[in-house]
Structure formats: structure tokens, C-alpha cells
């Protein structure tokens, strides 16, 4: 039975998107439509990359934390506060982060010259090697990933998902407007 029911269905999601169309079909279940794939999807990515970088002895936040110094440019070097404003690294964690990565070799810890106080985190010859080696193989794994679309599809899906983050995002003050409304 399971495997009839599985070969009628196209994907999980418009099995469950029917499940609940037959169970409680006043519901409107088009969200799911999106975000629940966009969910698997990202449980699918975040598998692949992570099992990428394991290969490289690396956690995806270690990774985050070579590209952040990477992408700073020459001499490669942020402070933790820098760090954890980049986007992708929390502050919570960046000074275990470091710690791992200056234990690899991949990172020093440097004082400014000029203010004691501020302390950088700079790759290291071999943290810049790792860093150009590993992301190079990551662009080629998500290229790998994306295979199922035309460049055309690729542009599209990255503005809707631009569209949709701020969606997401401008959602938190939906509430808060219907009350100051209502």
C-alpha cells in the first residue's frame, strides 16, 4: 500500500499538502506549498555541504568564519565583533569558533598596534589555503546542486527568495500593525 500511495505522489510535500486537503479541507494550506520545501530543501543542502566540509575536518561554522576573514580582503583579518556582524556567525559561539581554528593553524589572534584593547583574528598561510581550496569546492557543490536549472531559474529563484526572506522578516511587525489598526 505504502508503495502505491508513494509512486502517486509527486513529492512529500503534495502528500501532505493532500493529506490535509482530505483531513481538514477548510484549511488553506498553500504555505506549505513553499515553505515546507524550502525546508526540505534546505535539510538537504545543509546535509551535503556539511558532509563536504567534515571531509575537510571543518564545522559549517568554522567554514563561516574562514570565508568571513576571506572575503575581508588583505591581511584577512576581523575582530570577533566584526565576525559576528558578518551575517552568517553568531556572537554566542565565535570565541569557541577561534579557538578551534587557531588550534588547526587556520587563525592567530593578533592586538592591535595602535589600541591594546582590540584583538583580530587573521588567517593564517595555511587558513588562506584551506579557505581558497574549500570554498572553490563548495561553489562547485552547490553548482552541482542547482544542475536542475537553467541560469534563468537560478536568477528568478534567487530574487523570489530575496522577496521572501524580507517577507518573512517585514512579518514580525504584521501583529503589531493589525493591533494598532484594529
Do not use: C
Not at 499538502?17 to 515546507?36: F, H, K, N, Q
Not at 534546505?42 to 568554522?62: F, I, K, P
Not at 579557538?99 to 587558513?127: C, I, P, Q
Not at 581558497?132 to 536568477?155: C, I, K, Q, Y
Amino acid at each position: 500500500m505504502a508503495q502505491g500511495r508513494a509512486a502517486k505522489r509527486p513529492d512529500a510535500v503534495a502528500g501532505i499538502v493532500e493529506d490535509w486537503a482530505r483531513e481538514r479541507p477548510e484549511l488553506d494550506t498553500s504555505p506549505l506549498e513553499v515553505l515546507a520545501r524550502l525546508h526540505r530543501s534546505y535539510l538537504q543542502y545543509q546535509s551535503r555541504m556539511t558532509s563536504r566540509l567534515d571531509e575537510h575536518g571543518l564545522s559549517v561554522a568554522g567554514f563561516d568564519v574562514l570565508t568571513a576573514l576571506r572575503r575581508a580582503g588583505a591581511p584577512y583579518r576581523l575582530t570577533a565583533g566584526q565576525l559576528a556582524d558578518s551575517g552568517l556567525i553568531s556572537s554566542a559561539g565565535v570565541t569557541l569558533r577561534l579557538d578551534r581554528l587557531e588550534k588547526d593553524g587556520l587563525l592567530v589572534r593578533e592586538r592591535d598596534a595602535g589600541d591594546r584593547r582590540v584583538v583580530y583574528s587573521r588567517l593564517t598561510e595555511a587558513g588562506l589555503a584551506k579557505v581558497d581550496e574549500v570554498f572553490a569546492e563548495h561553489l562547485e557543490n552547490e553548482r552541482r546542486m542547482l544542475d536542475g536549472l537553467s541560469p534563468a531559474e537560478r536568477r528568478q529563484l534567487g530574487r523570489l527568495l530575496s522577496k521572501l526572506e524580507r517577507s518573512i522578516v517585514d512579518s514580525d511587525d504584521i501583529p503589531a500593525q493589525r493591533a494598532e489598526t484594529g
